[in-house]
């Protein structure tokens, strides 16, 4: 069975400081994605990125960075200059590829979330 | 506007009641999947379909559960003799492959 856990429950920075958001995940599958959403206040689950098991490349976007290490079966995500409309629910996701699935998998298991609260 | 809908997008009931929701999902994507979310947690798989064959179902989904997707299309998930417990976010996401799912807004249940 997949879990994923996020310890830090809420955070609260000030604008411009940068943050962390801590995953990390338990597969015994060698093949799988991950995945991290953004639930603002308004509710509706919004994508973030999603990254394959076998791609070992860190990523950037703009303000966004994800650091994947699979060694210690982290996915983290770093908001560099957080600002007050990054202000949401952040949740951390895990995936089966669906080869190894047999094609009923793909069902995300989700974290339970940190809540990320940005003041001025 | 194209992408993942639900409605209704709040419904109040009373215990007992049977409610059901729907789910229209991004068009020609050929898998769906319902998510319940309570307060604090991160979603929690329900049900999934690959065109209109439900394939597989958690064990979250009691007997009072039901959900469809008759053409493949749109799906609904229809709950019966409500309880409290049964308050909360109900998502569903629509997907064309492996690896991709986009959410709709979810319908918020609260069982009075």
């Known amino acids: 069975a997949q879990k994923v856990t996020q310890v830090q429950t809420e955070i609260s920075v000030v604008e411009k400081e940068d943050v962390t958001l801590d995953c990390v995940y338990e597969t015994r599958d060698t093949t799988y994605y991950l995945f991290w959403y953004k639930q603002p206040p308004s509710g509706e689950l919004v994508f973030l990125i999603r990254r394959n098991s076998f791609d070992d490349q860190n990523e950037i976007s703009g303000r966004y960075s994800w650091n994947f290490q699979k060694s210690t079966s982290s996915f983290n995500f770093t908001i560099t200059a957080s600002q007050v409309v990054d202000s949401a629910v952040y949740f951390c996701?895990?995936?089966?590829?669906?080869?190894?699935?047999?094609?009923?998998?793909?069902?995300?298991?989700f974290g339970t979330g940190t809540r990320l609260q940005v003041t001025l | 506007d194209t992408g993942v809908s639900q409605d209704p997008r709040h419904k109040i009931t009373k215990r007992g009641q049977n409610v059901t929701f729907r789910c229209d999902p991004i068009?020609?994507?050929?898998?769906l999947y319902w998510y319940r979310q309570t307060l604090g947690q991160g979603p929690e798989f329900l049900t999934y379909f690959q065109n209109e064959a439900q394939l597989e179902k958690s064990r979250l989904l009691s007997d009072r559960f039901s959900a469809e997707r008759p053409k493949g299309s749109f799906s609904t998930l229809e709950i019966q003799r409500t309880e409290q417990g049964d308050s909360a976010m109900y998502l569903c996401a629509s997907s064309p492959r492996p690896g991709e799912q986009y959410f709709g807004p979810g319908t918020r249940l609260t069982v009075t």
């Open positions: 996701a895990l995936t089966l590829s669906e080869a190894v699935g047999g094609g009923t998998a793909s069902k995300l298991t």
């Open positions: 068009s020609e994507h050929n898998r």
